[in-house]
């Protein structure tokens, strides 16, 4: 498996509270993304960034903020969370663009309860 | 952006029936890519297609491409219990975007 690392996996939240998630990657790829999947949405992409400090939004981003300051790590915020973001967040990389042929490699997720 | 269509949504199979998934769209796709998510786990990408007309096989998986690159299909001869999962198809939305279809869920009956 590719070096990704997703933190925290599991997380409990009140409705209002800032969260942010963690991905990590190890093996220096440039494209990293952050999916939602929601029983019966599939995987939906909120933000995906291809390089350091380059980031853009993807089909459902609102209420969401993302950062890379470096190449290996990847941060998804929720500046207020809300229970319609009650989901099990998965990071992935490529080292092409997912969107050209890059092979997607996704972390193990993060499962958000916002209560 | 263009949205592709899996069906089925689920298909519960006795161990050893086939199973097939199909990706529709109503524009043309340039490439299309699958991956399998096993229960509790994480997508896992099995392959690409390119070409119009592709075809590749993954031992007892075969995976086609449409004449007009617009539908793709994903079968499996005589099912194990260990291809239990769920099956996306994931296509080029707009550059750097890679958008998913829904998924097919296959439940395997031993």
């Known amino acids: 498996d590719a070096g990704i690392t997703q933190s925290p996996r599991h997380k409990v939240t009140e409705t209002g509270t800032p969260v942010t998630l963690r991905c990590h990657q190890t093996e220096n790829h440039r494209y990293m993304y952050w999916y939602r999947q929601d029983p019966g949405h599939g995987l939906r992409l909120i933000h995906y960034s291809y390089g350091v400090k380059d980031t853009d939004k993807g089909e459902v981003s609102d209420g969401y903020s993302v950062s890379r300051s470096k190449t290996e790590d990847f941060l998804l915020t929720l500046e207020s969370a809300t229970s319609s973001q009650t989901s099990v967040y998965f990071c992935?990389?490529?080292?092409?663009?997912?969107?050209?042929?890059?092979?997607?490699?996704f972390g193990e997720g993060s499962r958000l309860t916002v209560l | 952006g263009q949205q592709v269509m899996q069906i089925p949504q689920y298909q519960h199979v006795q161990e050893g029936e086939d199973f097939t998934t199909y990706c529709n769209s109503s524009?043309?796709?340039?490439?299309i890519q699958w991956y399998k998510q096993r229960p509790g786990g994480h997508p896992v990408f099995l392959i690409q297609l390119v070409k119009s007309g592709e075809v590749k096989k993954q031992k007892r998986l075969t995976f086609q491409f449409g004449e007009a690159k617009k539908n793709s299909s994903l079968h499996i001869t005589a099912t194990q219990t260990t291809d239990v999962g769920t099956y996306f198809c994931a296509h080029n939305n707009a550059g750097n975007m890679l958008t998913f279809g829904g998924g097919t869920r296959l439940m395997v009956k031993p």
């Open positions: 524009t043309t796709l340039s490439n």
């Open positions: 992935a990389i490529s080292e092409s663009a997912g969107g050209y042929g890059g092979e997607l490699f």
